[in-house]
């Protein structure tokens, strides 16, 4: 996951609004970081929205396995391990949260 997300959103208490976001990636560009066992910041929430195709989402303390699509996000708590493993042509986008978003 990249260090510094590119887009910042204005300070905001609104769980729902994210306050940064990754750039969106495919099944070309995504970061060999992405597909290796990584973490949220300690108090960060991410959410991973696919917006073309699918991706399998592995959270790694517990070994469950998650489709995404487009309908489908994946929540990640703070400090959670996990990875994604491309299955196919994907896009897909992490948004950053302060707060439990609503997912």
Known sequence: MPETPTSKAPATTDALVPYA?????????LPASLRAEHRTKSDTWGVARVVAGSVIMVYDD?????????DQPGLLAPDQPHHVEIIGPMKIQIDFFRERPNV
Request: hydrophobic share 30%.
């Open 21 to 29: 976001s990754s750039p969106i990636f495919d099944e070309v560009n």
């Open 62 to 70: 517990t070994n469950e396995r998650l489709t995404l699509t487009p």
